[in-house]
């Protein structure tokens, strides 16, 4: 039978999710079709039967792509076909990736790929359905892994907690969280909130997690139906001998690297430690289960790590001891500084330990906005921050090959920490981008950016709603023994069980992220986590207000500044002129930008407030002439007998006749004006056919020039 075509539903949020499989991409290991609200996803497995050889790390590949036919859209520029990722499909591969991982078996190397495709878009939303399609995949293959899983979107709104709302209803929730677990635990959580609570984040998490149970009801059944009986999968057996005895010989060594305080320093003894481990082996491998053709410079690595490994997390278990003795709720020493860069519109350098990022700031209108096209439709950034980690900041001695997937997401993470304390675009109408470069990283450049952002949109003189920082977390966990870190280390990283990211103001949190290598965490530790993070956030806020606590007062020199005045829509016309004549001729005379909405506001950006003033002036009198009454202050242009022509503004001029310009009699004009002069006049009538009639004498009469 070519069509074994299997469903199963449930309730989700209120919306009716459907998982198929047996119908489409039968070759595959696995297939399944996630369906709701006319959105439609379908999300392959595929896994290598064998390891390759050499093969030392899980390749694990999750591919998500959204094709534009899916929306009845094409793809937008010359290119119509899908190509490159965009960040956005970049951003979802990368969390629907993080919480598979630590539930594949230790040691399992075969290349594994989801590909993940969107092939109908209705109002259903298709990240989440990649997801649940990419757990339901794994639970029903022969894979080996430890399911099943689930995700779920978080949303507040009116105070209500929301499951998987759209993104119309996103606009008005005070929270987006994306949470992944399992039956037991959270795995993953990443999201922005507008200043929320530790105690609101949290009721969020646990309601997502909730939820996220429910599905895996739905896959335990789904995988009883339709599921195959997993591969057989054994780890390799650790050498029992060699560790026991490099434990023995090399754990003084082991210990002497780690209590060195600077990075470098750590590196290099790391190093020296395991080319010593490496020459015992080579030099009497009997001595540690070896033979004679082992690979001796693969098997140092690996006692160098493991003895490293379980040193560092039995010191900090059973002794609260760091690497460097540093107590585990202690930040790392930090040094700040703004105005950097002398040229740049706002700039600060971050310092946290051996973590340096350096921000720089550019203010702009509309011609600075970052176009996306999308899926969703075309739309358009006002605000963005791009984020670069060159090799120099971890002592690589490499080029740089452009921004990578792991850049992306770092940055994507400071930009919606700071973009939750960025003014209202109606009270600040300006694009605004942050460029955060790493100079220097040994533990949460993504936190340093976000502190090194604020500060440099402060300096800017941005109205943020209040300085952000942010700070990483870490766990180290053994059985039911567990100890929370504060501000982790690289090594504390690459060693610990949890890297739990989060920022915000001193009111409340504006992004969390959570990633874990072991099989998730209960309700209790993340509460730990959050409020030991929240006591480091503090701490860092006070030390970066030492050097900035607000937004500076006005903008520095040569930034542009945008002033707004509104027009009648039916007005439009007339400002723009035939083919843009008369908005173009403003823009050119004055340099300036002008950007006008359908809604008749008209935004003007340029970097000398004089001439925006000017030309607003301009262009209201061009539209509406000037106010019989107003006094203005003019320019003589020309001078005749019978008068002087006076610019109220440039290029629209009224005349004074010699009667409006002193008390007594005028014969000569000259005698009481020259061009160039500058005079307050009164409009005193505009006739029908558009002429301005000013006077000089009715605001302050001109006296005769002395011969």
Known sequence: MLNNKKEFKMNYGGKEITIETGRLAKQADAAVLASCEGTQVLVTLTCAKDVNDGQDFFPLL??????????????????????RPSNAEILIMRLIDRPLRPLFPEGF?????????????????????????????????????????GYAKVGK??????????????????????????????????????????????????????NIKEYCKLLTQMTKEVGVKKRDFTPVTPNATLM????????????????????????????DF???????????????????TSDFGKEAAKVTDEIMYKLMRAEIIDEEKRIAGRGLKVVRAIETETSVLSSVHGSALFTRGETQVLAAVTIGGKEGEQMYDSIHGVGYDKFYLHYSMPPFSVGEAKGYR???????????????ALKKAMPAQADFPYTVRIACEVLESNGSSSMGSVCSGSMGLMDAGVPLKGPVAGIAMGLIKEGEKYKILTDILG???????????????????????????????????????????????????GEMAKTISSHRQGFKAGVP?????????????????????????????????????????????????????????????????????????GLVVTIKEYGAFVDIVPGLAGLVHVSEIANERVNDVNEYLTEGDTVDVKVMEVDRFGKIKLSIREVAPVPKKAK
Request: charged fraction near 25%.
């Open 62 to 83: 999750v591919d998500y792509k959204e094709k534009f036919y899916a929306a009845g859209k094409f793809l937008g520029g010359f290119m119509k076909r899908e190509s």
């Open 157 to 210: 709104i009116d105070g209500k907690l929301v499951l998987n709302p759209n993104k119309e209803q996103f606009k008005t929730s005070s929270l987006e969280l994306l949470v992944a677990g399992s039956n037991e635990a959270v795995l993953m959580v990443e999201g922005e909130s507008n200043e929320v609570s530790e105690t609101e984040m949290l009721e969020a998490i646990v309601f997502g997690h909730n």
């Open 274 to 292: 395991r080319k010593k481990v490496k020459e015992a082996l080579k030099t009497s491998p009997a001595k540690y289960g070896l033979s004679e």
């Open 109 to 149: 190397m075969n290349e594994t790929i989801l590909m993940i495709q969107v092939f109908s878009m209705g109002a259903g939303d298709p990240e989440v359905l990649a997801g649940l399609g990419a757990a339901a995949a794994l639970a029903i293959s022969d894979v080996p892994f430890s399911g099943p899983m």
């Open 402 to 416: 452009g921004v990578g997937r792991r850049e992306i997401g770092h940055g994507n993470l400071a930009e919606r």
């Open 561 to 633: 500044q945008i002033k707004m005045f509104k027009i009648a829509p039916d007005k439009i016309g007339a400002l723009i002129g035939p083919g843009g004549k008369n908005i173009k001729a403003l823009q050119e005379n004055f340099k300036v930008t002008m950007d006008v909405a359908e809604d008749g506001t008209v935004k003007v950006l340029g970097v000398d407030v004089k001439k925006i003033d000017e030309v607003i002036g301009l262009a209201e009198m061009q539209l509406n002439g000037p106010k019989i009454g107003a006094i203005y202050k």
């Open 244 to 271: 026991q005895k490099a434990t023995e010989d090399f754990s003084g060594e082991a210990r002497k690297a780690l209590a060195n305080n600077r990075k470098q320093d750590r590196t290099v003894a790391t190093n």
């Open 491 to 541: 090594d504390e990283d690459h060693l610990g069980d949890m890297d739990f990211k989060l920022a915000g103001t001193a009111n409340g949190i504006t992004a969390i992220q959570m990633d874990m290598k072991i099989a998730g965490i209960s309700e209790q530790i993340f509460r730990e986590a959050l409020a030991q993070a929240k006591e480091a956030r503090l701490h860092i806020l």
